[in-house]
């Protein structure tokens, strides 16, 4: 108790003040209001006077008093004092002291008069109350108060037990169990019921509970059995625990709690009979244990998922199979009913959906739902809200429909009539719902066709009130699709029916979403369920079956399995068939072949997924050694060009990602774009077109289509149409062309300086050919107004959208084309004039007004200046205009025409075919012909028309304000040079161009030195091109090169086409032209001077380029020459030296760059074969040796290369006569390198009119030549061979010249083959022939298939000897060289091998018989007898300058060591490094591979002046009059002592050839 401390003066002055004090403090307490407290310190107060009573401080009467006044203060206060009481007699029954203890039983004895007995009987101990005299005996008063609380508390007054009382609770069930069909309501029956419980003494909850097992048994009667319940009820914490108590009986296992049960707890909670929160702790399992076998769902799930995957072992099989079995086991063992699902698909079945969603919100995400009887149970309630308005929204035409009848539920939600209804409770059911909405495909075609009917309204309905409305119902219907509808369909049984209804409502979407959607299905869905990670295994496992096994013979089987596959899980299928292809591409044509039983949702997911695979930031767009593009990109790229052209997908996401890509500055992607233009629409863009296909590619588009690319792709209408829908829908078409214009440069400038220059060029490549083949498509494929309003002014398109001026002109090109026939056709209407003439002004005029425009857009293009040599007009010609517009390509069409011919008659020739096909098949490729044909004739009339319109326009092409020089560079540098790398047809086009405009006689235009520009300084050019800008290169100097060839190869043409033209004026600064003046034109024979000089630049540039060791160089350089070898090399020397050089490219790349080696490999042989092609320089240009031997060493050289040694007159007379009886016949269209040409075109075409240099010995010489040859001519003519009586003995000497033939041609061969210090040392003393034996002594065996070559070229040569020496005239000796001559120049060749001349490299001389003798297999056959003469001259002249060489050759041998000794040696080592390489290849023996361009500094003027020496000794000797000794007879026995000498110098052949070998490695 509180102590309340009293104090000691108010006891001492009890009387006094002590009472009053105490009085007062007691009427304080009871004022206050303390909730209590002030009890507590009253009852303190009273204590503290009682206790000072009992101590013995005050006396007994006095304070009974105080107590008896007091008791007025509270009605309470006798309880009050009545505990205080209590509490004493406790602590003073402890008490020892007695007198204490009667202190205190006086002073209650005192109070009893106003303290009742009765209030002191309930507080006291009996033995007080005894000693007080309130009761007799305490032991009594004890039995009595334990029967008493025996029959107040153990007495039962009503019956539970209903054995207790069966007839009261029999009538309780009967009055339950009664028709309640009458006019029987709750309250009659409760009055009954109480009735019952008063009569018999039931117990009220006992009877509750029978009410509640009533309602069980007929659950139907809900609203009878609530109302009762709810006016008998008295708290619903009682209802809720004998619910408890029912589940509670069904929680063993094996048990089953009845749905009843369940019905009645949901009905009771729907209407808040009782609470959720009690009733749920009485539901068994509890959560936690729920939540962990959710887990463990999701972590067998995985683990499934891992077995599929994973390759199992026999042992570990047979352990997982023990496992499993254990797992039945206990699985056997039924586990006690999940009651939270069982009450929760009974609300769900009455429409309580408020506590349904509690007891959902519980539980892990989609684990109610798991189980099929709720997701059902859910399902109808959503079936029922969504009813109206499906009905009036959307239901199809033509579909009934079943009639849902709806909950007698009023308290259910409720139905929505409106899409805005949705959102109260039909979206949060179906997002519950998830995957499992499956169970029901009903009702998710429902939920689409709302969908559907929505997206219908939400397009169509602008008003910006609705707006936000509208926006917030899209996202509902898209987070609707993600959570629900995908994940359901996955869940689905291939159900193709769905995936086409779903694509209903997809297909409303923009890309965008679509796609956004189909990540969230691939990437997250199939981690969010156990149900779908099985799934998805079960979907790998079965692509991995079906890949497997896909062929392109089971298409259609493997397919169909595709197909059932797709519909349900596309996204995962398509992501592993994707991986596989980026494996193995040759999946590409048999996956393509397997889509067609796709739906049209699994199209565009296919689309996603290979966006996705494209973007994966994980793959490495490059290979590792970063100079190629990945294959796995290379095929993915494929595919999509495959799968695009043949099934209809929707490009618009394909497109916009290639258009980011390279918004980012990302050009790899540009491969797609190239593939799916090339598929779709049929557009090839190749550099490796045949000249053929070249020429298609001139025509118009059908000529295109049928001869221009290599295959031939057909139907191309559908899918282009489709590709240009979806660039003009999306807005994509100039974008594309823009960016990629601009990345081209990017590609160099912002991408190209981390990555490796070879694969710079090849993004390059491909950034340029999209362009190209992007920038066809729309032109062909385009009207002319989409076009028109789509492409900008070339102003605008260069200095706003900063696109390249050719990419610029490429994309307006078709614009102008388009509007000049536009304007035309409509000045032919305006004015009905059929003739020509009438048509071709039209043009013009039409051209006038359409490009008037352009011309004055171009000036802002260029600096002023630029307009001081070229007119904008000539520009704007150069640039808009194409081959279309320049030449008809008959020859295309012509063989077009005959293919569809053929394939008519081979068509009506089978008879395997149908009629009906037959018929089709003819009539398509007539209309096919025909189309050809009109299309030919449209072509012609108009390039009619542009050539009129160019005559009239060329006068005002050129300013004459600078020189031509200038004009030509400005030409070449803004015209010609970046149109000609643009395609291969502006290649083509370029050089077409350069020869229209000579041929129209163009003002100021000099077209010698604009070839002259092209072909002299090709180095620059070729290192910076790329590798297709290689090829485009290559064959626009391959077209310059033919217009040269033919103007060089024959007279007449030159003459016909050239000569009075003012491009070949000689006066660079001519403004005027007088056709009369000759003086100022080149004339045929200074011309093929010039062309040699043009081969000649073209040798130095190619080695050049060869030798750098650059990779882009040799490359580019070999494209280059692969191209243009149908014109280039023709001269023999020139020939040699590149095959050298590439020679030495193949040796030294073999093992380092394999693709450079397989570029040279392939030029060599190509080259090789053209060998029989070349001719001697000598025939391909006329070379006058006087006017060669008087001029300086200086002036001899080719352009640019003073300083440097030119071939001199001995050397060129040497590769000219060496070997005598070459064929001279060959075409001379054939060109190459020149060096007597000076560097401009000027100074070459009057070379050789310069004072001594056209002085009148050399014209005696050249009449003395031709009177010769008439000489011999007439000589041959007399000789009896040619006559009919002669023909045995013909034979005969033909026999006999043959094995002469044979065994000279094996001699010189084994010349060819021998290290040339040897041949040097063995020429005064045997014959060529021996070094054969030589060789072959030494080991070396001698090329059989060579030797056969040799013997039919010598067969064809000995035939036509006569006529060729004739022909030669005094210029070139008709026989072999005599002994004498060839030793007097052995010592300048090898001089000349210390130092190489550019355009005769010891590796030209040392191999030059070769070629010659492979030269002379196309020579006509002549006179035997004729042949058997010149023979013996020959070997006659050979005798007696044998003792004349010998003795020269010793002298100037011994002057030339002395003076070259100290420039040999600094290159002795390398030289014999060379030579013992060179020595191992057959073909290539003692060639020293110098460039022509190589200077030789060391070359003094003693040197230079020795050699024209030696070249006017050469002169003197080689124009000797020969003599006639004898016939063919004398000739042969001659061979015969050859051959006997041979054999004796066999033996010893290879020894000497040994000490040769020694001595002339000493000597250098």
Not at 666 to 671: A, E, I, V
Not at 1522 to 1538: F, L, V, W, Y
Request: some cysteine.
């Amino acid at each position: 108790m509180a102590t309340l401390i009293i104090p000691a003066e108010w006891i001492k002055n009890w009387e006094k003040s002590g009472k009053h004090e105490f009085v007062q403090l007691c009427k304080d307490l009871t004022e206050k209001t303390d909730h209590g407290s002030e009890i507590r310190d009253i009852q303190a107060a009273l204590y503290e006077l009682c206790w000072q009573v009992v101590q013995g401080n005050l006396k007994l009467d006095l304070v009974a008093s105080v107590l008896g006044d007091m008791m007025e203060l509270r009605e309470d206060m006798p309880s009050i004092l009545a505990d205080v009481f209590s509490i004493l007699d406790l602590e003073t029954s402890a008490l020892e002291e007695k007198n204490k203890r009667d202190h205190y039983t006086q002073l209650v004895g005192a109070c009893l008069y106003f303290v009742s007995e009765a209030i002191l009987k309930e507080r006291l101990d009996p033995e007080t109350l005894e000693s007080l005299g309130l009761i007799k005996q305490a032991h009594q008063f004890n039995q009595k108060i334990v029967k008493i609380k025996t029959k107040l508390f153990y007495k039962q007054q009503k019956f539970n037990l209903l054995r207790e009382e069966n007839e009261g609770y029999g009538k309780l069930i009967t009055e339950l169990g009664q028709d309640l069909s009458g006019n029987i309501t709750s309250h009659i029956v409760l009055e009954s019921i109480k009735s019952l419980i008063g009569c018999f003494n039931l117990d009220p909850n006992r009877v509750l509970d029978i009410i509640l097992e009533v309602y069980e048994s007929r659950s139907d009667q809900d609203e009878f059995f609530l109302s009762l319940i709810k006016s008998y009820m008295c708290e619903p914490l009682t209802l809720c625990h004998i619910l408890g108590f029912k589940f509670k009986f069904y929680q063993e296992p094996n048990e089953e709690t009845p749905k009843s049960l369940y019905h009645v707890a949901a009905a009771l909670l729907h209407h808040n009979l009782i609470e959720l929160e009690d009733l749920y702790v009485h539901l068994m399992p509890l959560d936690v244990t729920i939540v962990e076998e959710y887990k463990r769902e999701i972590s067998e799930a995985k683990q499934i998922a891992r077995k599929l995957v994973m390759v199992v072992l026999p042992s570990e099989k047979n352990e997982d199979r023990d496992k499993e079995k254990e797992k039945e086991e206990e699985k056997n063992e039924k586990p006690p009913d999940n009651q939270k699902l069982g009450l929760l698909e009974a609300l769900l079945r009455i429409g309580d959906w408020h506590h349904a969603q509690s007891i959902m919100d519980q539980m892990p995400s989609f684990y109610s739902t798991s189980h099929k009887a709720i997701a059902l149970a859910l399902c109808r309630l959503v079936h029922l809200t969504v009813e109206p308005l499906y009905r009036r929204t959307g239901v199809p035409k033509g579909a009934r429909g079943c009639v849902i009848n709806p909950l007698r539920n009023k308290r259910a939600p409720r139905p929505a009539e409106t899409f805005e209804d949705l959102r109260k409770d039909t979206f949060s059911m179906l997002s519950y719902l998830g995957p499992h909405l499956s169970h029901d495909p009903i009702l998710i075609a429902k939920i689409v066709r709302l969908g559907k009917a929505f997206m219908k309204e939400y397009q169509s309905d602008a008003r910006p009130e609705v707006k936000d409305k509208m926006e917030i119902l899209l996202s509902c219907f898209l987070s609707i699709a993600d959570q629900v509808l995908l994940p359901s369909l996955s869940l689905m049984e291939c159900n193709a029916c769905m995936s086409e209804e779903l694509w209903g409502l997809f297909k409303l979407f923009p890309y965008q979403h679509r796609y956004r959607l189909y990540g969230q299905w691939k990437n997250e869905t199939y981690s969010s369920h156990p149900l779908l990670v099985k799934v998805k295994a079960q979907t790998v496992e079965r692509a991995k079956y079906i890949m497997k096994r896909l062929t392109k013979e089971n298409v259609k089987q493997s397919g169909r399995q595709i197909g059932k596959l797709s519909h349900s899980n596309p996204t995962i299928l398509f992501d592993y068939m994707l991986s596989q292809i980026q494996w193995y591409d040759n999946l590409i044509v048999p996956v393509v072949d397997s889509l067609k039983y796709l739906t049209s949702l699994n199209y565009d997911v296919l689309a996603y997924c290979i966006i996705e695979a494209l973007a994966n930031p994980e793959k490495e767009k490059m290979k590792h050694d970063d100079t190629t593009i990945s294959s796995w990109l290379q095929s993915l790229a494929s595919l999509c060009g495959a799968v695009f052209r043949k099934y209809p997908i929707e490009l618009a996401g394909l497109l916009q990602y290639v258009t980011n890509q390279l918004k980012a500055g990302k050009s790899f992607d540009l491969l797609i774009l190239k593939e799916v233009v090339q598929k779709m629409a049929g557009i090839e863009i190749t550099d490796e077109m045949t000249s053929e296909q070249l020429e298609a590619m001139t025509g118009g588009e059908q000529l295109k289509a049928e001869g221009g690319y290599f295959g031939q792709i057909r139907n191309t209408k559908k899918s282009s149409q489709r590709l240009k829908d979806a660039l003009l829908d999306h807005e994509l078409a100039l974008p594309l062309c823009l960016l990629m214009a601009q990345q081209r440069n990017g590609v160099v400038f912002l991408e190209g300086g981390e990555k490796h220059l070879k694969l710079v060029g090849h993004l390059y490549d491909q950034c340029h050919d999209t362009l190209v083949q992007f920038g066809g498509f729309l032109a062909s494929n385009l009207s002319t107004e989409d076009y028109i309003k789509r492409v900008p002014s070339i102003d605008v398109l260069c200095n706003q959208f900063h696109t390249p001026h050719d990419a610029a002109f490429f994309l307006s090109r078709p614009m102008y084309a388009h509007q000049i026939l536009s304007k035309y056709d409509e000045l032919k209407k305006a004015e009905k004039g059929n003739r020509q003439q009438q048509k071709a002004h039209k043009y013009v005029s039409a051209c006038e007004q359409v490009m008037t425009s352009v011309h004055e857009a171009v000036i802002s293009l260029h600096p002023p200046r630029v307009w001081d040599d070229l007119r904008p007009q000539f520009y704007a010609t150069f640039w808009s205009l194409t081959m279309y517009d320049l030449a008809v390509p008959h020859s295309a069409y012509e063989r077009e025409v005959n293919k569809l011919k053929t394939q008519i008659k081979a068509i009506e020739e089978n008879p395997e075919i149908p009629l009906n096909k037959k018929k089709k098949e003819k009539e398509r490729c007539t209309a096919l012909q025909e189309k050809l044909q009109e299309e030919e004739k449209k072509q012609m009339e108009h390039v009619q028309r542009v050539l009129h319109r160019l005559k009239l326009e060329k006068d005002n092409w050129l300013l004459a304000k600078s020189t031509k020089n200038e004009t030509i560079t400005k030409f070449l540098q803004l015209c010609l040079f970046p149109r000609c790398i643009f395609s291969s047809i502006d290649a083509v086009y370029c050089a077409r161009f350069v020869e229209l405009v000579h041929q129209q006689k163009t003002p100021n235009f000099c077209t010698l030195l604009c070839y002259d520009r092209v072909f002299s300084a090709i180095i620059y050019t070729v290192a910076s091109c790329t590798e297709n800008e290689s090829h485009r290169y290559g064959r626009f100097l391959c077209c310059m090169l033919e217009t040269v060839t033919r103007w060089h190869s024959d007279r007449a043409v030159y003459e016909k086409e050239c000569v009075n033209y003012p491009g070949f004026l000689t006066i660079f600064r001519a403004t005027g032209f007088d056709g009369g003046n000759k003086v100022d034109q080149l004339d045929y024979e200074n011309f093929r001077h010039v062309v040699h000089k043009w081969h000649y630049m073209l040798t130095k540039a190619s080695v050049h380029c060869l030798e750098t060791g650059d990779y882009t160089h040799i490359r580019n350089i070999l494209i280059v020459l692969t191209k243009i070898l149908p014109c280039y090399p023709k001269v023999l020397n020139l020939g040699q030296a590149l095959e050298c050089r590439v020679h030495k490219i193949c040796l030294e790349e073999k093992d380092k760059r394999p693709d450079l080696y397989a570029l040279a490999m392939g030029y060599s042989g190509r080259l090789k074969s053209q060998k029989v092609h070349m001719v001697p320089e000598n025939e391909f240009h006329h070379k006058d040796q006087p006017a060669r031997s008087a001029t300086p060493a200086s002036q001899q050289n080719g352009p640019g290369s003073t300083g440097k040694p030119a071939t001199s007159a001995s050397k060129t007379e040497e590769g000219a006569s060496e070997d005598g009886d070459r064929s001279k016949d060959k075409s001379q269209g054939t060109t190459k390198p020149v060096n007597k040409a000076n560097s401009a075109a000027a100074k070459v075409t009057t070379s050789n009119g310069n004072g001594a240099l056209n002085s009148t010995k050399a014209v005696k010489d050249r009449d003395e030549k031709e009177k010769s040859g008439k000489e011999k001519k007439e000589k041959r003519e007399k000789t009896p061979g040619n006559t009919p009586d002669t023909k045995p003995e013909n034979r005969r000497e033909k026999q006999r010249d043959e094995r002469a033939g044979k065994e000279e041609r094996v001699a010189r061969e084994g010349k060819e083959k021998t290290p040339k210090a040897d041949r040097e040392k063995v020429k005064p003393e045997e014959k060529s022939s021996k070094d054969d034996k030589a060789k072959a002594g030494n080991g070396e065996p001698i090329e059989p298939s060579r030797e056969r070559d040799t013997i039919t070229r010598h067969e064809s040569k000995s035939k036509e000897k006569g006529d060729r020496n004739a022909a030669a005239g005094t210029l070139k000796s008709p026989g072999p060289r005599s002994e004498s001559a060839e030793s007097e120049r052995d010592p300048k060749r090898r001089k000349l091998d210390s130092h190489s001349s550019p355009s005769h490299s010891s590796s030209v001389k040392d191999n030059n018989n070769e070629p010659k003798e492979s030269a002379s297999k196309h020579h006509t056959n002549f006179n035997s007898v004729a042949q058997s003469k010149s023979r013996e001259r020959e070997m006659e002249k050979k005798d007696t300058e044998n003792s004349q060489g010998r003795t020269k050759e010793k002298k100037e041998d011994r002057k030339e060591r002395k003076r070259d000794q100290t420039i040999n040696d600094r290159e002795a080592s390398l030289e014999s490094k060379r030579r013992k390489d060179e020595n191992g290849t057959n073909s290539y023996k003692n060639s020293k591979s110098t460039s022509p361009s190589s200077d030789s500094p060391l070359l003094g003027e003693k040197e230079k002046s020795k050699r024209s020496k030696s070249s006017s000794k050469e002169k003197a000797e080689s124009v000797k009059p020969e003599r006639t000794s004898s016939g063919g007879k004398k000739e042969s026995r001659h061979d015969k002592d050859k051959s006997e000498k041979k054999e004796k110098r066999d033996s010893s052949g290879g020894k000497e050839e040994k000490k040769h070998h020694k001595s002339s490695d000493k000597h250098r």
